[in-house]
């Protein structure tokens, strides 16, 4: 028998984030909104371990700084963009509604 190695090593939750330089925290909220590397559950429930491939993770890398350099910009932009159109189509109290009539 020959040994047998591990050509594309599996990541804990806590490597693959250290790894992209996020919180846990952040890779957990990417999972749910279906962004972020993905992942593999070892197991059945809720206690399955979850394990990301190191080849998934450095293709998420990689695909995320061809898109953009930074992520937190286009929402921040984004959110802007959306108060701004719901502050300009609420009406600016009773006197703005008089006007308009």
């Known amino acids: 028998m020959t040994a047998t190695t591990i050509a594309d090593p599996l990541l804990t939750r806590e490597e693959a984030a250290e790894l992209l330089r996020v919180s846990i925290h952040t890779m957990a909220c990417w999972h749910s909104s279906g962004r972020g590397p993905r992942q593999l559950k070892l197991g059945t429930g809720r206690s399955a371990a979850v394990r990301y491939r190191a080849s998934d993770v450095h293709a998420f890398a990689a695909d995320a ?37």
């Open 65 to 101: 700084a061809a898109i953009e350099a930074d992520p937190a910009d286009k929402w921040r932009e984004a959110r802007r963009k959306a108060i701004a159109e719901r502050a300009a189509a609420k009406p600016k109290g009773r006197r703005a509604k008089l006007r308009r009539g």
